[in-house]
C-alpha cells in the first residue's frame, strides 16, 4: 500500500459485508432482488480495488430463511473470491440465520443448536463471531453463558486488540423507531464486559444502512446490506426497503484508530478521474513536489485533469 501522506500503512484491512439473505435455488428475494448479483458484484468490486483484505467479515442474516441450499450457494460465491484474494472468511449469525444448517454446511461441523461463537486470529487481530439470535425471534439476546465465555476470552489481551463482529448492534435507532423492538436487549450486560478490556470495534448488521456509534466507549460501525437498503427518509412508512443504496465496509486498522469507509455496490457513470499511473509518478516525488504537483490549483497536473485521464 503506497503512502502519499503522513500516515503509516494501517497493519490489518477487513472487508465488512452484511446480510446478504440468500435463498435456495437463486430465488430473488421479495420476487425481484437479485441478492446474488449483488453479493456477486460486491466481492468483485472489493477484488479490483486496492484493499487487498485479510478477512471478509460477514455479519449474519446471510440466508433469508436458513435453507441449507442458501448457504451452500453463499460458499460458493464467496469462497473462491476470498481464496483469491487471500483472505480468511468470518461467518456471524444472524436472526434470519438457522444454527443447525449454519453449523454444519458453512462451518463443516456437526449440526449443532448451540450459540455460534467464535475467535479468529487475523494476523495478531482478534475477531470475535458472536451469536447474538434467539431461535425463533428477529430481537437479540445474550446470554451468561456467552457473556461468562467472552468475558473469558477477553481476559488476554491480543497483539492488536480484538475487534467483535455481531448482527445486532448495540445501537439507537432513531429514524427507525421500529428496529427498536428489534434490537439486541439487555445491553448494559455486555457493556459491562467489554468496557476497559481490548475491544477496539464493534462490527455490526441488521439495520440494512450504514451507521456508527460508541457503546461502552468503543466505536460501533455498521454495514448496510448487500441485499436490499432502509430508506430513512420515508416518513410515511414504519420500514421501507429499497433495492438501491448497497455497500459494503472497508476496515483499515492501525496502531492507534480504524478507519470504516463505505463502498458502494453501485456502477456509476465516472464524471471525473486520475488513471491510476499517476500513483507511482506522485509516489517517486519528494513531499514537497507531490504537494506542489497535486495540492497546487495552478499545477499543470491539476489543469489538465480531465474525466477517465
Request: contains cysteine; glycine residues 8%.
Amino acid at each position: 500500500m503506497i503512502q502519499l501522506g503522513q500516515h503509516p500503512a494501517p497493519t490489518h484491512v477487513i472487508a465488512h459485508i452484511s446480510d446478504t439473505h440468500l435463498l435456495a435455488g437463486g430465488r430473488p428475494l421479495y420476487g425481484s432482488v437479485a441478492t446474488e448479483e449483488h453479493l456477486a458484484r460486491a466481492l468483485s468490486k472489493l477484488e479490483r480495488s486496492r484493499a487487498v483484505p485479510q478477512a471478509l467479515v460477514f455479519t449474519g442474516d446471510l440466508a433469508d430463511l436458513g435453507e441449507p441450499d442458501a448457504y451452500e450457494r453463499l460458499k460458493a460465491i464467496v469462497e473462491p473470491a476470498a481464496e483469491r484474494m487471500g483472505a480468511a472468511v468470518i461467518w456471524v449469525m444472524g436472526n434470519h440465520d438457522e444454527r443447525e444448517p449454519y453449523s454444519s454446511v458453512l462451518l463443516g461441523e456437526e449440526p449443532s443448536t448451540k450459540p455460534q461463537d467464535r475467535v479468529h486470529d487475523i494476523a495478531g487481530l482478534r475477531v470475535i463471531s458472536l451469536d447474538t439470535t434467539v431461535p425463533g425471534w428477529h430481537h437479540g439476546e445474550l446470554t451468561d453463558g456467552q457473556l461468562e465465555w467472552l468475558a473469558g476470552v477477553l481476559a488476554t489481551p491480543a497483539p492488536h486488540g480484538t475487534l467483535i463482529a455481531v448482527h445486532h448492534p448495540p445501537i439507537p435507532t432513531p429514524l427507525l423507531e421500529a428496529m427498536g423492538i428489534l434490537e439486541l436487549l439487555d445491553q448494559q450486560r455486555l457493556a459491562d464486559v467489554v468496557r476497559g478490556t481490548d475491544v477496539r470495534g464493534i462490527l455490526g448488521g441488521h439495520l440494512h444502512y450504514s451507521t456508527h456509534s460508541l457503546f461502552a466507549g468503543i466505536p460501533v460501525s455498521v454495514a448496510a446490506a448487500t441485499c436490499y437498503t432502509l430508506d430513512l427518509t420515508r416518513g410515511d412508512r414504519l420500514l421501507s426497503g429499497t433495492d438501491a443504496g448497497q455497500a459494503i465496509n472497508l476496515v483499515h486498522v492501525y496502531d492507534d484508530r480504524i478507519v470504516h469507509s463505505i463502498a458502494p455496490l453501485e456502477e456509476a457513470e465516472e464524471v471525473t478521474a486520475f488513471g491510476a499511473e499517476h500513483l507511482a509518478t506522485l509516489a517517486a516525488m519528494t513531499p514537497e513536489a507531490r504537494r506542489a504537483a497535486f495540492s497546487d490549483k495552478r499545477s499543470t497536473f491539476n489543469l489538465g485533469a480531465t474525466a477517465g485521464d
